[in-house]
C-alpha cells in the first residue's frame, strides 16, 4: 500500500518560514511526481506544487511561485516544501499527493493517485 506521511505544519506569523515534509512508502519515486495541495476554509482545494524527481521537473502555482521551494531526498523517499514569506493567506491544511508521471505531462493539471494526511499551517497577522 502507498502511504504518504506530512508533518512539518504549524503557527507562524506573517512573514516567517515553515518547512513541510512528506515521507512516502509503498511506490518508486522514478514513475511518481510528488506534489502539494492545500486547502483553506470554506475553498476548493488547490494544488500549489509538484515535483518529478526523475526529470528533475518542478511546478508553482502562481499563488506559491517565488516564495515556495520544492523538494526531494530520494534517499529518504521524502519530499520538502520549503515555505517562505509567508502569508496569513497561505493559512490553510496542507496535503501532499501522488501522480504517475510521464515526461511531458502537465504537472498543473495532474490527476492525484494517493492523498497523504494533512497538516495544518497557520500564519498570523
Known amino acids: 500500500d502507498v502511504q504518504l506521511q506530512a508533518s512539518g505544519g504549524g503557527l507562524v506569523q506573517a512573514g516567517g518560514s515553515l518547512r513541510l515534509s512528506c515521507t512516502a512508502s509503498?511506490?518508486?519515486?522514478?514513475?511518481?511526481?510528488i506534489g502539494w495541495f492545500r486547502q483553506a476554509p470554506g475553498k476548493e482545494r488547490e494544488g500549489i506544487s509538484w515535483i518529478s524527481s526523475t526529470y528533475d521537473i518542478t511546478y508553482y502555482a502562481e499563488s506559491v511561485k517565488d516564495r515556495f521551494t520544492i523538494s526531494s531526498d530520494n534517499g529518504k523517499n521524502t519530499v520538502y516544501l520549503q515555505m517562505n514569506s509567508l502569508k496569513p493567506e497561505d493559512t490553510a491544511v496542507y496535503y501532499c499527493?501522488?501522480?504517475?508521471?510521464?515526461?511531458?505531462?502537465?504537472?498543473?493539471?495532474?490527476?492525484?493517485?494517493?492523498w497523504g494526511q494533512g497538516t495544518l499551517v497557520t500564519v498570523s497577522s
Open positions: 509503498g511506490l518508486d519515486f522514478e514513475y511518481y511526481a
Open positions: 499527493a501522488t501522480t504517475f508521471y510521464r515526461y511531458g505531462d502537465s504537472l498543473g493539471e495532474a490527476i492525484v493517485d494517493h
